[in-house]
C-alpha cells in the first residue's frame, strides 16, 4: 500500500466528544463577558439560562506544572472559561509537580474559604486527604483527570477517556484496513507502568480483536520528544514494513515525527493521541504521513471550572432532566481527521 493510497482513505470515515494562599497564588482572574471576534472562533457554544449571572463565587484552581504542551493548555482552558462569566473569579496557583506544594496551596484555599475548588492532582491517592479535608469544610472539589482514592474527596470529577482513545484509534485504523487481514499495525504507547497507558494499549488491542486486526508492533516511550524520537527510530529499524501507527500521545508525537522524516519511510499512516494543534495542522497538509489524532481534552479544567459555577451555585446542568451536577462526567474520545479538523483546531493545544 502506497503513502497516496492511504491518505486517499482520510474521507472514508471517523468515529463519530489569607497570607499563606496569597504566596502560593500567581493570578487571579476577575472577570467579565466578552464579545469579540475571537469568540467565534473558540468552537460551539451552548448559551443556557446558567449562563446569566448569578451569585459571586470564588474557586480556587490547582493544576501540575505545564512541563508539556497538553497540561500547560489545561491550565490556559481554565483561565479563558473563568473568564467568560464575570461572576466568577479564578485564584490560580502556581503549577507543581511537588505534592506537598500542591497540599499547602489546597490548605490555603481551605483557609481562605473560596466557594469551590477545581484540582488537577499531580498524584491522585496523595491528595486525596487534603480533598477531604476542604470537602468537610464544606468547599465542593472538582477532581479533574486523576481520580481521588475515596469517593467522598470529590463532589463532581471529570475525567477523559483512555480506554475510550484506543477503542477510537483502533476502531479508526479498521476502517481503513479492515479488509487487509495481513495488515501490519504498530503502537508506540506512552509509560507502560502508568495505568492509563495500560487503559489505552487495551483500548486498541480490543478494537482491532474486532476487526480481525492485531497489534504487530509495540514500543513504549515517556511522554517525552526525546523518548518518541528514540523508540520511533528502534521500531522502524525493527519493521521493514507497516501499515499503521497508533502513537498515544502528540507531544512525543512531535519525536516520533522527526524520526520518521529521518528515516525516510512514508508507506503508512499514524494517528495520533491527545489532540495537539500541530498534529492537526499535520493531518491538514495532504503530504504528511498523519491521518488522524484521538482528543484527550485538554478542556477537562475548563469543564471543572463550569461545574465549580454550577455547584457553588446551587444549578443543574442544563441539558440533563435531572437536577443537579453529576457525579462524574467522562469525556468522549473522538477521532479527528480532514473531515472535521477544522472543528477542532481551536481547541487543540501547541506541543
Known sequence: ??????RTRRAVGAVA???????LLTGCVSNEPR????DAASGPVAVTENDEPGDEVVIGFSAPAADHGWMGAITS????????????????????????????QIEGFIDQGVDAIVLLPFDGAALTDVALEAMEAGIPVINVDREFTSPFAARATVLGDNYGMGVSAGTYICEQLGDNPDAVVAEIAGIDSLPLTQDRSQGFKDALDDCG??????????????????????LLSAEPQIDAIWNHDDDQGVGVLAAIENAGRDEFFVVGGAGSANMMREIQDEESVVDATVI????????????????????????????GVPRTVQLYAPVVTADNVEEFLPIGFES
Open 296 to 323: 484527550y481534552p485538554s478542556t477537562q479544567a475548563a469543564d471543572g471550572v463550569k461545574l465549580a459555577r454550577l455547584v457553588a451555585q446551587n444549578k443543574t446542568v442544563s441539558d440533563l432532566a435531572s437536577i
Open 213 to 234: 486486526l492485531d497489534v504487530d508492533a509495540r514500543v513504549a516511550a515517556e511522554f517525552t520528544v526525546e523518548s518518541g524520537e528514540e523508540q520511533t527510530a528502534n
Open 77 to 104: 482552558a481554565a483561565k479563558a472559561e473563568a473568564e467568560k462569566y464575570e461572576d466568577v473569579t479564578l485564584q490560580v496557583a502556581e503549577g507543581t509537580n511537588d505534592v506537598n506544594v500542591q497540599i499547602s
Open 1 to 6: 500500500m502506497t503513502a497516496s493510497t492511504v
Open 17 to 23: 466528544a489569607t497570607a499563606t494562599a496569597a504566596l
Open 35 to 38: 464579545e469579540s471576534e475571537d
